[in-house]
């Protein structure tokens, strides 16, 4: 026995704690430093007992707000992590990064372009960069059957005539998911200014060898200041954070916003229309903010005792032609439009509070689903669920037109309505 502070403290209790400190400390480093190890498989079941797929284990890191797993500091250091503030009494908040020809395995992590957050003004070395995510083969509990991915700082060059890479502008592309394709994203990939922007993508859980590749084109070499913060984060197919299937995007928020992609774009190269207006046959116009060939679905969790969902326009400009301001209004107000015509959004059963005017489709610079002689952005409502907005755009830059304005998109505020 002992004498400590006043206390009696036996000598079988010592070796007790020690004991016990020193198997957590072994089965936690090893299992977290087998699982995060670039390249390297796990060597026993462990990792599917103490891996981070677990919601539990994420954190926020001290700086750059960002997301990071809890777990001793020496296995996130021995890992390809670094330590980024605390968790709890013991833990550090790890948080794991990559770039060019990285390969990771690590269930929340970032990609992020070469010298971040440095910008690349010059030509990007290697100008296609791959970024590698491994799945963990012993994770069975916890099958992962999709992969969010937050662009928290994304910007490469704009597309060109509403197309982006095709060997003349940059591209984002994933290889591996099953729905990448089929996501109603274009088949170039995507590009310009995207950051504050978030896509779903569906993986097959039974294919764990099947890598995931985030690759950035810039063999085009176009000069341009360039930077992107990706976040990667794999959910378990029976997490409540799952999003429905046809969901490109997914909010669970009772209220926020909703911003077309390429939004915040500026400075598009001027193009050659090729349906110039009458007037001026030869006018050159600039491109839409937004990327050709979208077919996607934008979907808002409903929360329980809600009864409906109000769309109001902080910005407006999509599709429809450029009509002169006595006449600018929502253009398409339709239920019979074909699905190929033209670019809208499609909000079933749109209507306003009263529900005396309803239309599915919207375009044209308002929001409104009173007739077409609307001039103001009204709000538009939906009583029926779920609570989905899908975009359209077809395979034409620029919208019919005699000026060379171009349309920026939407920005919409979404707010769900209390029974």
């Given at each position: ?51 981070p ?86 994770i ?41 394709n ?42 341009y ?60 116009r ?90 103001i ?32 998109g939407?920005?919409?505020k ?5 029974c």
């Open positions: 026995m002992m004498l400590h502070n006043g206390f009696i403290i036996r000598s079988e209790s010592i070796r007790f704690l020690i004991l016990n400190i020193f198997l957590i400390d072994l089965l936690v480093c090893r299992s977290y430093q087998q699982l995060f190890r670039p390249g390297q498989e796990p060597q026993n079941v462990i990792n599917s007992l103490l891996t797929i677990l919601p539990r284990s994420e954190c926020s890191a001290a700086v750059d707000n960002r997301m990071g797993l809890c777990m001793p500091r020496s296995a996130c250091i021995s890992s390809g992590g670094y330590a980024a503030g605390t968790c709890g009494f013991v833990l550090s908040c790890c948080v794991y990064q990559g770039t060019c020809r990285a390969v990771v395995t690590s269930n929340e992590t970032y990609f992020v372009s070469p010298s971040y957050p440095d910008l690349l003004t010059g030509k990007v070395d290697p100008p296609v960069c791959i970024f590698t995510l491994q799945r963990n083969p012993l069975v509990k916890f099958p992962v059957c999709q992969i969010r991915i937050d662009f928290d700082e994304f910007s490469l060059a704009p597309h060109y005539n509403g197309i982006c890479g095709n060997g003349i502008t940059d591209s984002f592309i994933v290889s591996g998911a099953s729905n990448f089929q996501s109603g994203l274009p088949i170039t990939g995507l590009c310009g200014e995207m950051t504050g922007q978030h896509i779903y993508l569906d993986v097959d859980p039974e294919k764990t060898d099947e890598p995931l590749l985030l690759i950035v084109n810039t063999a085009n070499q176009q000069e200041n360039r930077k992107w913060s990706i976040r990667i984060r794999q959910i378990p197919c029976k997490s409540k954070y799952r999003a429905p299937p046809g969901c490109l995007q997914y909010f669970t928020s009772m209220n926020g916003n909703i911003e077309s992609f390429n939004y915040r774009t500026t400075n598009l190269p001027v193009v050659t229309s090729t349906t110039p207006g009458p007037l001026m046959p030869t006018q050159t600039i491109a839409n903010n937004y990327l050709n060939n979208l077919n996607y679905g934008i979907c808002i969790a409903r929360q329980p005792k809600i009864c409906a969902i109000r769309y109001s326009a902080i910005e407006f400009d999509f599709g429809g032609s450029f009509p002169d301001s006595s006449t600018s209004s929502n253009q398409c107000v339709s239920t019979t439009m074909l699905a190929s015509d033209g670019d809208f959004l499609l909000i079933p059963l749109g209507t306003d509070l009263l529900r005396t005017n309803f239309a599915d489709r919207y375009c044209g610079q308002r929001l409104s689903s009173a007739p077409t002689e609307s001039r952005n009204a709000d538009v409502y939906s009583f029926i669920t779920p609570y989905v907005i899908y975009v359209h755009t077809d395979n034409k830059a620029i919208a019919d037109s005699n000026t060379i304005e171009h349309q920026k939407f920005l919409l979404y707010k769900q309505i209390p």
